[in-house]
């Protein structure tokens, strides 16, 4: 499959480095201000020397990626919230193309879920987002193969930095500040950590499982979110004493979606520690389901994306 990729950050960058690996070429690729384009794939250390020498990918304009000649669009742009701007207008341009969609950007289907669902049922195109949840996890193609209507709940910690900054605080006793600190040392957090300590990106990905699980739009305005910055470490210590420790815990159940900290068992499912995440399903017939692994990362997601072309592929 040729394969047009917009935003050329970690996960975009890493789609075009490994897509030859799973037989797939990158014909485009854009970020903010460039594109690169060749009809017959491109050089991934060609696109990126350029982009560390010069800051951009090439020399032709962001729109003459949209309109280069592939057949999957590859959406990584960052994700941005209410209007889901420019993800969303890249995908519907794709599909006013009848080409098909691969989104790792989370806005068009937390945000602007039916508008996206009307315009690919107006195209020849199909969509699919696995890489939009819990990054290598399989969670949404999982609920797929189970079938949506026979999954009852989904839960579990979704988000890494506020995942990591939790285990620190409950094994070495630090406060959150310092935590966040290190965090952001090491590079597992952002400068501005909001997103994700205060259970947005999470909320995000709750979203998403939501409207896939009952389909129907929700938005992140249908959740309910708390986050970790105003959580005391006295409270997993008090938690340790009990045996118990202290999760961001996001939850879709019953039609509601909720994010927030929850007491979960020290050496339980749903407590795993560092970065990792877990998806945890609910089903009808096959009972309780535990996916875990890496949640984030450029490689990581990029593995779930060219999944995706793989299952469009096979179409």
Do not use: W
Request: glycine letters at 10%; one cysteine or more; charged letters at 25%.
């Amino acid at each position: 499959m040729k394969l047009a990729v917009m935003g050329a950050g970690a996960v975009g960058a890493s789609v075009l480095d490994l897509a030859s690996e799973y037989d797939h070429e990158v014909v485009a690729i854009a970020d903010s201000s460039s594109a690169a384009l060749d009809g017959d794939g491109l050089d991934p250390e060609t696109v990126t020397d350029r982009k560390a020498e010069t800051g951009t990918v090439g020399d032709h304009d962001p729109a003459d990626a949209l309109a280069a000649d592939y057949d999957v669009l590859v959406e990584a742009t960052p994700t941005t919230l209410g209007d889901a701007e420019p993800g969303y207008s890249h995908v519907v341009e794709a599909f006013e193309r009848d080409r098909h969609v691969v989104l790792a950007n989370k806005g068009p289907v937390a945000e602007r879920y039916a508008d996206v669902r009307a315009a690919e049922a107006e195209s020849d195109g199909d969509l699919l987002f696995e890489a939009t949840v819990a990054g290598a996890i399989p969670a949404l193609s999982t609920v797929a193969d189970l079938g949506p209507t026979h999954v009852t709940a989904v839960r579990g910690v979704l988000n890494g930095t506020a995942n990591f900054v939790l285990s620190r605080m409950a094994a070495e006793g630090l406060d959150y500040e310092h935590v966040l600190a290190e965090a952001q040392d090491l590079g597992v957090a952002e400068a501005d950590p909001s997103f994700d300590v205060e259970g947005t990106d999470a909320a995000l990905k709750c979203v998403i499982l939501a409207n896939v699980l009952y389909d129907r739009e929700y938005t992140l305005a249908d959740a309910s979110v708390e986050g970790i910055a105003d959580l005391p470490g006295s409270v997993l210590e008090l938690a340790a004493e009990d045996g118990r420790t202290v999760r961001l815990i996001g939850e879709v159940q019953d039609g509601e979606i909720q994010v927030g900290p929850r007491l979960v068992p020290e050496n339980g499912t749903l407590a795993v520690t560092g970065t990792r995440n877990i998806v945890q399903l609910d089903t009808a017939f096959a009972g309780r389901l535990n996916i875990s692994g890496r949640g984030a990362g450029g490689p990581e997601t990029a593995s779930a994306v060219l999944a995706d072309v793989g299952r469009l592929a096979k179409r």
